[in-house]
């Protein structure tokens, strides 16, 4: 794994994680990046990304992939996001018989919860997210964030 610069945050609330979701929404190359959310269950990460997809226009219901593997949503003005979860991933031959990999040959943003489950068939991302509980529970408690560059695309995110 490349890092080429991080940011550590504190989510002391909600609030926090949609303005972090805000400020990254704000920079037009999100639209073509790809962006990994690491974290254990109960950690926001269908949360920051439902703040997220909000922000950069998406209306109508957000919800989480975790039994349809992808979701996807239009955006008026560009290409599509699509929002991936990896969770019930046993063996990464799905990954290949669902035609991810066209997906993410395709245009538009790509975000991805547990990302380690498709290992060694994701491109790198440009920015990785890791979310943490603060006090190892799940709920509305506070986060502790690092958001790492991984690409120039990814250090553009960050500036």
Do not use: N
């Not at 031959?93 to 919860?113: H, N, S, T, Y």
């Amino acid at each position: 794994m490349t890092i080429l610069e991080t940011r550590s945050l504190s989510w002391p609330d909600e609030a926090a994680c949609a303005a972090t979701a805000q400020r990254l929404a704000a920079q037009p190359a999100l639209r073509e990046a790809f962006v990994e959310l690491h974290g254990p269950l109960g950690a926001g990460k269908t949360t920051f990304t439902r703040h997220l997809l909000q922000a950069l226009g998406v209306t109508g219901r957000i919800k989480s992939p975790t039994y349809a593997v992808m979701e996807q949503y239009p955006l008026p003005d560009g290409p599509a996001i699509s929002h991936f979860d990896f969770y019930r991933f046993e063996d990464p031959q799905e990954f290949e018989d669902a035609g991810f990999r066209d997906v993410f040959g395709a245009p538009g943003l790509k975000i991805a919860e547990w990302p380690e489950q498709a290992h060694g068939l994701l491109p790198l991302a440009d920015l990785r997210i890791d979310i943490a509980l603060s006090d190892d529970e799940p709920g509305d408690g506070p986060r502790q964030v690092r958001l790492a560059a991984q690409t120039s695309l990814g250090l553009e995110l960050l500036s």
